[in-house]
């Protein structure tokens, strides 16, 4: 029998702030990577990540121990250790809802295919759009969402509806067994304690330093 | 003399997430108003928040009294009040570095442009770039922004620029006096503490939710 309490737990000891770091020292090593360089000091990988050798150390150790005193890290290992702890080696399977302007840039953006996420399908309610292709992608009327995922195993569903309708798809994700959401609609969603989200908007940043501003300056 | 202790102050006891779902209360607010709703209750604000009725009169309470008990809020007053509270009633000059995908795609932006944001300028290195014009936004050479942000007061500054030039635009920025600083660079920024920043960066979410999948799945 599976233990689904185990990994949650152990997922909860890692701060959303270690993994965004890991994403940052992933991309520098990347760039060591393609320059060539072999060994890299946790105090450059803490220049660059804006953070402290200390820090950095403390990040990697959750995960084992990698780096040698004197050395550094090997670039090349670190490099697809940190794809691997980050879920980049494999492929996760993309199901977008919403067929408008950000899900349509998403489908299509490169860069996201080349870290694995191969988006299957689009869904959308317009009866305009069910039944199009982008690229090789079909629109498919969203409600066949909770059908073909229990077919074709999304990992990862995408929310890029209006703020009003985001709820609602979020459900229908979690209904079909959806564990990760990133949510781009302006909206707050509420999902099970076992489902994670990721929210990415804009708007509320930008309303956010107008806000900042708007203060300091009375 | 202007003090500039109190409204820093004041800023700190108001956490991101009010901010956050003052954003998006307005954005549920401009919906009702359009469709001419008089009045909205905080159960239907708190519904369409994600959150409870106590959180939005508590969020509310903050910036002072609206509504009234029985009737609940009147649409337009509290519109009003919280575009003023997000500072979304003025306009705000923003300068973009970094003529890239990003950095066109926001200064191209109508809706940016609607909530008072203005791109004054754009700011690149590249000397292909330099001296065009998107629409009728310049592009002007990243080394004059410093001089520039003396003459021309740009309240906001976007970072659309690889990570590794992220700290450098930064600290240029805040040389220049800006205050507020968007950031969309894979790069953890350092700014002094009356400076606010905001990141953006999808990739960064998306490798969070591959994380959480990678480990859940073990």
Redesign the interface.
């Known amino acids: 029998m599976k233990n689904f309490t185990s990994?949650?737990s152990?997922?909860k000891r890692?701060p959303?702030s270690t993994?965004?770091?890991?994403?940052?020292y992933?991309?520098?090593l990347e760039?060591l990577e393609d320059s060539g360089e072999a060994t890299v000091s946790s105090d450059v990988l803490a220049r660059?990540?804006?953070?402290t050798s200390a820090q950095v150390r403390k990040d990697l150790s959750i995960f084992g121990s990698f780096g040698k005193r004197g050395l550094g890290y090997f670039v090349p290992e670190l490099t697809t250790r940190l794809r691997?702890?980050?879920?980049?080696g494999?492929d996760?399977h993309v199901a977008i809802v919403g067929a408008g302007k950000i899900g349509l840039a998403l489908a299509q953006y490169p860069?996201?295919r080349e870290?694995?996420?191969h988006v299957s399908a689009l869904y959308d309610a317009s009866p305009a759009k069910v039944g199009t292709r982008l690229d090789s992608i079909p629109v498919r009327d969203v409600h066949r969402l909770a059908s073909d995922a229990a077919k074709e195993h999304f990992?990862?569903g995408v929310i890029a509806v209006p703020?009003?309708d985001a709820?609602f798809v979020a459900d229908t994700m979690v209904a079909a067994g959806i564990?990760?959401?990133?949510n781009f609609a302006?909206?707050?969603?509420?999902v099970p304690a076992?489902v994670?989200t990721?929210?990415?908007n804009?708007?509320?940043?930008?309303?956010?330093?107008?806000?900042?501003?708007?203060?300091?300056?009375?």
């Open positions: 990994p949650i152990y997922l890692v959303d993994v965004r770091r890991l994403s940052l992933l991309g520098f760039e660059l990540g804006g953070t691997e702890i980050l879920g980049l494999r996760w860069g996201f870290k694995g996420f990992d990862i703020a009003d709820q564990k990760a959401i990133m302006p909206a707050q969603i509420t076992d994670v990721r929210t990415v804009m708007g509320l940043e930008f309303e956010a330093l107008s806000f900042a501003l708007a203060n300091l300056s009375k």
